[in-house]
T-cell receptor, first 115, second 110 residues
Framework: DSGVTQTPKHLITATGQRVTLRCSPR?????VYWYQQSLDQGLQFLIQ???????AKGNILERFSAQQFPDLHSELNLSSLELGDSALYFC??????????????FGPGTRLTVL | GQQVMQIPQYQHVQEGEDFTTYCNSS?????IQWYKQRPGGHPVFLIQ?????EVKKQKRLTFQFGEAKKNSSLHITATQTTDVGTYFC??????????FGAGTRLFVKA
């Protein structure tokens, strides 16, 4: 158990819909990261927040948005869903946000299926 | 921009054989991390390398950081079926962005 929690574990929805994925970081961690992993693929970095502020952005679609709240939990919002958005979405957290303090601890993931 | 190449993409070995995965960066790194993802699981942190030429060992796993801090390797001696999974390197240049390699998927045949 990494200490990072993600809800829900599974999500099945239809094309065109909007969903919200939730992540609670490990106690004391200030950074939260979001990744997308399609079947048997690598980790696609989406976005990183540090203490409530966006710090780094990857290949995140305009239909996707995220935020980190004052209590440090984070939400990833996916809208106008397409079949290709079906994937595992991982959240990770780290103590710091850069350099040697960014060892990441991953949550169990949310499996999103878009029908 | 910064790129991280990880090879090979896949590796099939017989149990007891050795395995190595390599990670190469186009730029000098501040540190590099290695993660393992078991099938159906989430990535788990293995180790972080910081110093030029650093070598660290964890039982049968040996991690190396190149002298120029642009490449790294993970070597597993005498693989076991429990080593099955995907091994990712994650490179950082000191800023906020960490770049994950594409991963090497290891298959071990008993």
């Amino acid at each position: 158990d990494s200490g990072v929690t993600q809800t829900p574990k599974h999500l099945i929805t239809a094309t065109g819909q909007r969903v919200t994925l939730r992540c609670s970081p490990r106690s004391g961690d200030l950074s939260v990261y979001w990744y997308q992993q399609s079947l048997d693929q690598g980790l696609q970095f989406l976005i990183q927040y540090y203490n409530g502020e966006e710090r780094a952005k990857g290949n995140i679609l305009e239909r996707f948005s995220a935020q980190q709240f004052p209590d440090l939990h984070s939400e990833l919002n996916l809208s106008s869903l397409e079949l290709g958005d079906s994937a595992l979405y991982f959240c990770a957290s780290s103590v710091g946000g850069s350099g040697r303090t960014n060892t990441q601890y991953f949550g169990p993931g949310t499996r999103l299926t878009v029908l | 921009g910064q790129q991280v190449m990880q090879i090979p993409q896949y590796q099939h070995v017989q149990e007891g054989e050795d395995f190595t995965t390599y990670c190469n960066s186009s730029t000098t790194l501040s540190n590099i991390q290695w993660y393992k993802q078991r099938p159906g699981g989430h990535p788990v942190f293995l180790i972080q390398l910081v110093k030029s030429g650093e070598v660290k060992k964890q039982k049968r796993l040996t991690f190396q950081f190149g002298e120029a801090k642009k490449n790294s390797s993970l070597h597993i001696t005498a693989t076991q079926t429990t080593d099955v999974g995907t091994y990712f390197c994650a490179a950082n240049t000191g800023g906020f962005k960490t770049i994950f390699g594409a991963g090497t998927r290891l298959f071990v045949k008993a």
